[in-house]
């Protein structure tokens, strides 16, 4: 069964970082795109970061510069190291497989989601 499961949310004040994990397990996603979205309340899931199995990354124009996508494909696992957090980063943050179809940063393209990990940034 194939499962992907974030982790390493939590509360932090603003301009503070943290790291998201995302672990794969049941099946090796070392050459498929892998994206982190997030859901703020009342708003729809939006694409944060994705990279390619070799690496190449891209980012929502919001993030960038602040937030770095990453993958350890000997572990099947994709980070996002997120700096400089604000408030506006506040959401729950998923991260999931590119598929097939749509556009890179469409949700609709993307499966296996994982439950989400709440970050919460204090102002």
């Known amino acids: 069964q194939v499962q992907l499961v974030e982790s390493g949310g939590g509360l932090v004040q603003a301009g503070g970082s943290l790291r998201l994990a995302c672990a794969a397990s049941?099946?090796?996603?070392?050459?498929?795109?892998m994206g982190w979205f997030r859901q703020a309340p009342g708003k729809e899931r939006e694409f944060v970061a994705a990279?390619?199995?070799?690496?190449?990354?891209t980012y929502a124009d919001s993030v960038k510069g602040r937030f770095t996508i990453s993958r350890d494909n000997a572990k099947n696992t994709v980070y996002l190291q997120m700096n400089i957090l604000e408030a506006e980063d506040t959401a729950v943050y998923y991260c999931?497989?590119?598929?097939?179809?749509?556009?890179?940063?469409?949700?609709?393209?993307?499966?296996?989601w994982g439950q989400g990990t709440q970050v919460t940034v204090s102002s």
């Open positions: 999931a497989v590119k598929l097939g179809g749509y556009g890179l940063r469409d949700s609709r393209g993307y499966g296996y």
């Open positions: 049941g099946r090796t996603f070392s050459s498929y795109v």
């Open positions: 990279i390619t199995w070799s690496g190449t990354t």
